[in-house]
Each structure stands twice: as C-alpha cells, then as structure tokens.
C-alpha cells in the first residue's frame, strides 16, 4: 500500500492501490471500473483500518460509561465531530450534528425548525433540479402546515434561472433549501448568491450538500448559509452517517426532532427537559463508528486535498463530454462541463437507460440508470430515465475510454437488432 504521504501531487494511480475493491474483477477477468460514485462512493484502506481498529480496541457505547472503553469511544467519536467542523469551516463544534445521512438532516431541519417557525400560506422555495430527499420532507411539511411550494425553474441545459428566482422570493418566503450540485445533471447552484438574496428577503436557507461536500472545498461561513446536510457514504466514508450543521442560535432555539435516550437533561413523568446541542438532536445510540470512519475519510481527503480532487474530476467531465459527443445519438443533459461536477447524464436514441447500464455492466463498467430520485426534474428534462456516469478521486481518463468503448459496443449491438427486426 502506497502511504498519502509519499505522494507528491495528485496521483490517481497511487490513489488507487488504497482502494482495494478497485482490483476486484466483476466477471471473468474484467477490470472494475466504478462510474456510480454519486450514489455511493468506495472506501480507503485507511478507512476501513480505522473501522476495523475502533472495533477491535475500542468499541463501547458513548457518553454513557464511565468505564475506559466508553472514554475511549466516546473520545473517538468527538474527535470526528472536529474533523468536521474543520473540513466545512463551521465556527462551533456544537453546530456538528451527527444523523444517518443527507435525508436525516433535511428531515430533521423540515420538522423541528419547519413546524415551529412555518405556518399557513408561508412559502417554501425549491428547485427544479432537487433529491426527493431536498423535496419529500418540504412536502410532509407543508401538508402539515399548509404552506405552498413554488419551484424555481431550470433552463433547457440544466442552469438555474436566477432572475426567476428573484422573482418568486418575497415575504411569505421562509424557506429556500437548493441542492449545492445536482446528482443528475452536475449542475453547481450558486449558493452564495443565492443565500444573500434569501436573506434579504428574510428567508432561512438551507443546503442539500451531498454531492458539493466530498468533491470541493466547503466553508459554512463563506456560503452564508444556515443549514447545510452530507453523507458519509458518498466521501469516502462509511453508510448509516452523516451530518446536518446548523447556525447555532437557530439549533438552540429548534425543539429536538426525535425524542428517547441521550437527547435530554432530565425526564419526569411530566415531560422531560432537553439537553444541549448537539446532543439535543443525536437521540439513541448515535452511528458510533461510522462517524469515525468518516472522521478517517476526512483525514484521508484533507491529505488527498480536495482543490486537487476538484481540478482531477473536472479534466474527467471535460474529457467524458468530448469522448462521448463521438457517439451518434448520444444526448448528454445538463450545462457544460465547466459549469458542472463530474457528474454525466446521458441517454441514447432508441436504447432504453436500463439496457444501457446493464450492457455497460457485462464490460465491467457500473453505472446508474433510472430516474435517480429525481421524478420531478426528469418530467422537466421530458426523460423517463437516464444513465449516469459519476467520477470521483479514483477515477482515470483510460476509465471514460473504457465507458465510451463499452458504450459504441452497446449502441451497435442496439442498432443491429434494429436493422433486423425492420428487414425480418
Ligand atoms: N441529496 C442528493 C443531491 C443526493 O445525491 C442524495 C443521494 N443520492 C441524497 C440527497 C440522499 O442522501 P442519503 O441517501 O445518503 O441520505
């Protein structure tokens, strides 16, 4: 195994022996080449050792013993929350809040600061380009309170229109929650822009961080927003973790979203009385290891340095844009590659996406097809479902070729069939 620190710059191929699943060959002798990295990403050697230390020398639950082992543990998984709080800038510790993932934290915030703070008639602003994660929990809401949702469109290449955003904010506004990256078109909201006018407006906003977060630099403070949501599983890290942040006067003043053990002070046959944040918002046994194993992940990134893993899967998306504008009847949706994350949904005339993907995967290639758990931006694109190609850290320019290979085959193999049945 290569060690970080004997690598001088951005080197994928070294990069690559710390992920051991890369060498594995789905079938008979064909190389792996892991294209769904905006599903869920592969972890490090140095992750797993973390995994598999911590529950070797020194797994116990947290905050609750007092016997070494728990101080152990506990000292392990509060490490974590600082890593954290460096890797995204956020000015307190207690505004690291650990969850499941991205869905739990937009929940979290949707029910505990949206019941409290959104009545009937208030506005709730989404984009065209949202996860049903960044959309179902709005909804839930605002049956609940009766509020509207209003969209904010996209244009035909997958950009934001600002001006109708402009437009579309106004006092009833009381949430604006956008994604940071679109998982299926790659597109890079403007969040900062779009925090400031929120702001103006009154408006509290809130930011679906789960394909910004692992592949760019991410500060809290410069973005200026107030909450901000990522999973472990897609950086690197472990599944069944992740992180919601949120300003810390408005987690103090939000009533906790679930209730049970850890998350109180005291509790009375009367009621109870909560505790602090964060663990105020971190009732039950919290994802112990995983939360460390994503404080590995983080390690292994900040040697790795994201400026670089941003630049490497930008000359990736360049590439793959140019190679696959090769193949006929190939539709790439989104903006173009320098406005977007290494993200590249595609359909092709006349294959349906599933077919795609499944013929992509007899050459070893993985990809995503279907809609991506995003319904409502593939009615706006007029697409039932696309195939999709995510690059991350590992991913090497040989890779696209392999794609683009595999993809000529697949399109030939589709076409032949066509030229048959039309003369059969
Ligand atoms: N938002 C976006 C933009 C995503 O890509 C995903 C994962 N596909 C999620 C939210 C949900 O993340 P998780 O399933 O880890 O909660």
Redesign the pocket.
Known sequence: MVSLSEKTSFDVEALRKDFPILATQPHDGVPLVYLDN???TQRPRQVIDKIVETYEKHYANVHRGIHWLSESSTDLYEEARRKVQAFIAAPRLEEVVFT???????NLVARSWGDANVSAGDEILLTEL?????IVPWQQLAERRGAVIRWVPISDDGRLEIDAFDALLNERTKIVSV?A???VLGTRCPVEAIARRAHDAGAVVVV?A??SVPHEPTDVQKLGVDFL?F?G??MLGP?GV?VVWGRAELLDAMPPFMGGGSMIRRVTKDGFEPADIPTKFEAGTPPIVPAIGLGAAIDYLQQVGLAGVHEHEQRLTQYAHERMSEIEGLHIYGPAPQLKAGIVSFTIDGVHAHDIAQLLDRDGVAVRAGH??AMPLHERLGATATTRASFYLYNTSAEVDALVDSLGRAKSMFSGRHRRRRSG
């Not at 499941?100 to 934290?105: A, K, N, P, S």
């Not at 949202?130 to 960044?134: D, F, G, L, P, V």
């Open positions: 905006a599903a869920s499941r993932g991205t869905t739990e934290g937009l949202e996860h049903h994660s960044n994604a990256v679109s998982n679906d789960a394909q949501a999973s599983h897609k599944s992740g991506h758990c």
